[in-house]
């Protein structure tokens, strides 16, 4: 089974081809609430299950943290 | 007395006093401070979850936190770089938060965490054609703010001294002719240490403060919160009331008509 690799949050990721971002979360997991960013562009929650991704993709899950 | 109301972008707000929610000891204590002083907003940022964060159950103890207060929420873009790190941050606080507020923080400067200002009114400009209502963090320099103004900004927040310095306003004619100048809601952003500065900036117009390590480095960060918000309502009663014009020669208050053992010096 061919596989693609990406890095989420700093960290490189094997995913099978095909993945979304959904499967990138799934496995990731971070748990909600969060949001996500591939290469530097938001992704809505929404579209999280049909944006695939591809290997070198940099995807960033973000979530709520204490801020001044 | 009539209502003094402190609204940005058409929402009013219950305090001129905005509070930054880091580097408190616990969330206990971080609770505490929010009620004592009862602020009009309250910051907070997006990061991963990892280690040096927190944990995904700590995450969702300060989420849970933020939705039980009823305090809004000002998400912030805290250590962005560029200007595409500011936008897509702030679409994605839009979405976590629900929220359409958001306060821009463009760095320009990792020692001093100045704003980049050559960028700040280009990214002010590009949010708000992104429906945002933006709180800039700029520094006090009147041409810089004029143009924030000039693409939109219903407030603009200039800073009294760099983030976390607790030095009070660095340069008072600055913040003072900022002030003069401009008719937009102003609102004091970073380097506040005392109350007394707090008051200072009301006393001089400011619409309100915002704050984060004054409170959450005391010994006793509720106290402190309380007392904070104390001095942003006596230094907004002060602006109100209108102070005495100083003079240079001493003139004394009681009657001099009548005193007993006159004399001349």
């Keep these: 089974m ?26 990731s997991g971070v748990q909600p609430p969060f949001a996500a960013a591939i ?4 992704v809505p929650r929404a579209q999280y299950p049909q944006t695939p991704l591809k290997t070198g993709d940099q995807v960033e899950l973000i979530s709520p943290v204490t801020g001044g | 007395m009539k209502q ?13 006093l905005l509070l930054g929610t880091s580097r408190y000891p616990s969330p206990a204590v971080l609770a505490q401070a929010i009620a004592r002083s009862r602020p009009g907003m309250l910051t907070a940022s997006l990061r991963r979850q990892t280690a040096g964060t927190g944990s995904a159950e700590q995450h969702n103890g300060f989420w849970e936190l933020l939705r039980q207060c009823g305090v809004p929420v000002l998400p912030n873009t805290a250590g962005c770089h560029s200007i595409q790190e500011v936008l897509t941050t702030a679409e994605m606080a839009r979405e976590v938060f629900e929220t359409d507020w958001i306060k821009l923080e463009l760095i320009g400067d990792d020692y001093t965490l100045q704003p980049d200002t050559l960028n700040l009114v280009d ?7 992104m429906g945002f209502r933006v709180l800039p963090y700029s520094t ?14 219903q407030a603009v927040m200039p800073w009294a001294a760099p983030i976390g310095t ?10 003072r002719t900022l002030r003069e100048r401009l008719a937009v809601p102003l609102i004091v952003d970073a380097g506040l240490g005392l109350p007394s500065h707090a008051c200072q900036v009301m006393e001089w117009g400011y619409d309100g403060v915002l ?10 960060p509720p106290a402190m919160a309380e007392a904070f918000a104390d001095a942003v309502r006596a230094g ?12 240079d020669v001493a003139q004394p208050s009681t009657p001099v008509m009548g005193t007993p053992f006159w004399h001349q010096s």
């Design chain 1, 2 to 27: 061919s596989t693609i690799h990406i890095t989420l949050n700093g960290q490189t990721l094997v995913l099978p081809a095909g993945a979304t971002l959904a499967d990138a979360a799934q496995a």
């Design chain 1, 39 to 42: 290469n530097l562009q938001f």
């Design chain 2, 4 to 16: 003094d109301e402190f609204t940005l972008y058409g929402q009013g707000l219950q305090s001129r």
């Design chain 2, 123 to 129: 990214c002010a400009d590009r949010l708000l054609r």
């Design chain 2, 140 to 153: 006090d320099d009147l041409v810089l703010c004029q143009r924030l103004v000039d693409v939109g900004c």
């Design chain 2, 166 to 175: 607790g030095k009070g306003p660095a340069n008072p004619g600055a913040l």
């Design chain 2, 211 to 220: 704050l984060n390590t004054a409170v959450a480095l005391a010994q006793d």
């Design chain 2, 236 to 247: 907004r009663s002060a602006c109100l009331a209108g102070a005495m014009t100083p003079q």
